[in-house]
């Protein structure tokens, strides 16, 4: 196979794909190694394919649906699953997270979590690899992106991030 042809098929993939799909995955899948993929991903990138690379892998986001909304919030790393789950025992799906950095600017990182078991995954990724959170980078502040099914289910977000301690004030509306 090409390496045109099996860009052409990593973006098949990708958009066909029930959930994300890994570097190893499709390197298996292809028969390559797992550099090549995150080249071939590169070019897809450059070429305006819209492709995120979360901590489960590579998606294609189809457009958020519901109310998308930012949360304000601030806590250490003792912090992260019970301000992920408050958000995703709402019904809403934690899009990204967003710190501001001096040097860079905005660092975003998509997350993608709808679930308790999505967290869970997540924070086995965190425990496992040899980085730190982004938010160590501000002092713990942070900025998630949400989508949510409605307005209610984020003023129950809000509420709880509240009663935790977490939720950065000034955030009523």
């Not at 450059?46 to 919030?73: E, K, N, Q, W």
């Not at 690899?129 to 099914?149: F, K």
């Not at 409605?150 to 009663?163: H, P, S, W």
Request: charged residues 25%.
């Amino acid at each position: 196979m090409q390496a045109e042809e099996r860009r052409r098929a990593i973006l098949d993939r990708l958009r066909n794909a029930d959930a994300p799909v890994s570097a190893a995955a499709l390197a298996r899948r292809f028969s390559v190694s797992r550099q090549i993929i995150v080249g071939d991903i590169a070019l897809l990138r450059a070429s305006g394919a819209d492709i995120s690379a979360t901590p489960r892998g590579y998606v294609i986001l189809p457009a958020a649906t519901g109310l998308v909304r930012r949360v304000a919030v601030q806590h250490g790393p003792d912090g992260m699953e019970a301000e992920l789950n408050a958000m995703v025992d709402q019904g809403c799906t934690v899009v990204d997270v967003i710190v501001e950095h001096p040097l860079y600017g905005q660092l975003t990182g998509p997350l993608q979590l709808s679930s308790r078991y999505d967290v869970q995954q997540f924070l086995k990724r965190c425990a496992s690899a040899d980085a730190q959170p982004l938010s160590n980078l501000t002092e713990g502040i942070h900025l998630h992106t949400l989508s949510c099914p409605d307005g209610d289910a984020f003023d129950r977000v809000r509420e709880t991030l509240r009663k935790l301690g977490i939720l950065l004030p000034g955030q009523e509306s």
